[in-house]
């Protein structure tokens, strides 16, 4: 099979978060981040929506796999060098913001915190394999969320500026692709990963939610600035959730539903980011929830450094599209990636409800460039499967490669199509645990690692089937799928 040529200099790689492959979470002077204290288990976030949840850390009452990980603190260098050894072009990774504040708050960085980055961006590089960092993905600082309530506060604007300027000032001369927060939108869904913010504290109020996003737009243009003036050269991305959305049906009705969802969904955050101002539909997006623009806390100044400082380029998640469907009520369902919706019957569902539609990712790239004319990166796409180690540990995972092959052919019609792709990196390149159920049963990697939900296990990593097909595709720059 062949496609589309791609780039001579695309960014193959593969995509993780610290959160959620690092462990030590207490280890060299890190202090506690939101995940540590979620539950493991598909129970996690009905847990955090409980009215009474205190964000407290109960080791007696919950297994917390975050804790582990795949405990790729101490076994960098091995993954390293099975990237390197498929080929990866880039690696993207998050730095643990608690890891360097432990507290969030702190006046002075925590050095053992950043020594460990320097040994993980410096083993990359001997590799030839470019670091594609994010700077806050889903892993707040616990303290923040417990003394200032999370992103609500416009106090973490200036704690956040903190965190980049230290990032930044110290790998900017290694690392040059930046993103400022992982999938920002997706607090529309499940403001606990990326916000802080929970029942408890705030998250049925949709006011809190907006003034959340202002001030994280706020702290992206810093973050931008900050850059710039280090190194004009550096790439400095936003990075959004997408789901394509459908109307269900030729209804207007449907279709202007599907619109507007778009408008909320999939464009609000980017929109703000990219154009560097408020889309001209705020005021009605606002006054769904019944709030008006004057009811968050923003300032001319702050309007003015958004403008100034938008994104460099876009990168996005790509699990799934979804259906918009408000005049019938009889539809089955289904869910995934915390979020349901009504099924499309034109695709299958992955094992935990996720709709595969490779030809989403091929609107959602003309969507996306269309509208902003900027260059795109694909920086998470897989499949969540069951995967099972055989007698000879090897996993035959012949469905993720059909998925990630009709996904990538995907990309390929997309840049025959005129749309500016710089790369492609599929989540969990190796194990990790899911951020959504906490678990290490739901598996995307190319590489299996021996540790169960429990967190027990040998942490033995093996190669899959997909491990051998995706040193091969990127050997051929995309043209061998086969």
């Known amino acids: 099979m062949t496609v589309q040529q791609f780039p001579k200099d695309f960014l193959w790689g593969g995509a993780t978060a610290a959160n959620q492959l690092e462990g030590a979470y207490q280890e060299d002077g890190k202090g506690l981040s939101l995940p540590d204290i979620l539950p493991g288990g598909k129970e996690r976030m009905t847990v955090v929506n409980q009215p009474d949840f205190d964000f407290s850390l109960n080791e007696d009452k919950y297994f917390y796999p975050n804790h582990i990980g795949i405990d790729h603190y101490h076994h960098f260098k091995e993954d390293i060098a099975l ?40 083993e990359c590089l001997k590799y030839n394999i470019e670091p594609v960092i994010t700077i806050s993905h889903y892993e707040l600082p616990l303290n923040l969320v417990k003394k200032y309530g999370g992103w609500k506060n416009k106090q973490l604007i200036d704690f956040y500026e903190q965190f980049a300027r230290t990032v930044l000032t110290r790998y900017h001369d290694q690392v040059k692709y930046w993103m400022t927060f992982n999938e920002i939108n997706s607090a529309a869904h499940f403001p606990i990963m990326s916000q802080g913010l929970a029942v408890s504290n705030g998250a049925t ?16 243009a810093k973050a931008v ?17 997408y789901a394509t959305t459908y109307s269900y049906d030729a209804n207007p009705v449907n279709q202007t539903a599907a619109m507007k969802s778009n408008q909320e969904n999939n464009f609000f955050c980017a929109d703000v980011q990219v154009r560097g101002h408020y889309p001209a539909y705020t005021a009605s997006l606002l006054a769904k929830y019944n709030l008006q623009p004057q009811d968050i806390d923003y300032t001319d100044a702050e309007l003015d450094l958004i403008a100034q400082y938008p994104v460099d380029y876009i990168g996005f998640s790509y699990y799934m599209s979804a259906v918009e469907e408000v005049t019938q009520a009889n539809h089955e369902s289904v869910k995934g990636n915390l979020m349901g919706g009504v099924r499309n019957p034109f695709l299958k569902t992955s094992d935990w409800g996720w709709q595969i539609d490779p030809a989403g990712l091929r609107i959602a790239l003309n969507q996306l460039y269309d509208r902003y004319q900027k260059p795109l990166f694909i920086v998470e796409n897989g499949l969540g499967a069951k995967d099972q180690l055989d007698e000879n540990n090897y996993v035959a995972d012949d469905y993720r490669i059909d998925y990630l092959r009709q996904h990538i052919q995907a990309i390929g019609e997309a840049l025959d199509d005129g749309v500016d792709v710089m790369g492609y990196t599929p989540w969990g390149c190796i194990d990790l645990v899911s951020a959504s159920t906490g678990e290490m049963s739901k598996r995307y990697g190319f590489i299996y690692v021996d540790v169960d939900d429990a967190g027990h296990g040998t942490f033995n990593r093996y190669k899959k089937k997909s491990f051998a097909w995706y040193q091969q595709v990127i050997a051929s720059n995309g043209a061998n799928l086969d």
């Open 83 to 122: 990237f390197a050894e498929m080929g990866f072009k880039c690696y993207r990774f998050s730095i643990a913001w608690s890891r360097i504040f432990p507290n969030g708050d702190d006046q002075e960085p925590n050095e053992a915190g950043l020594k460990f980055y320097d040994d993980l961006i410096a």
């Open 205 to 220: 109020d949709k006011k809190n939610i907006f003034q959340a996003w202002h001030n994280q737009f706020v702290a992206s």
């Open 225 to 241: 600035k900050i850059g710039h003036e280090l190194d004009a050269n550096l790439q400095i991305g936003c990075m959004i959730l």
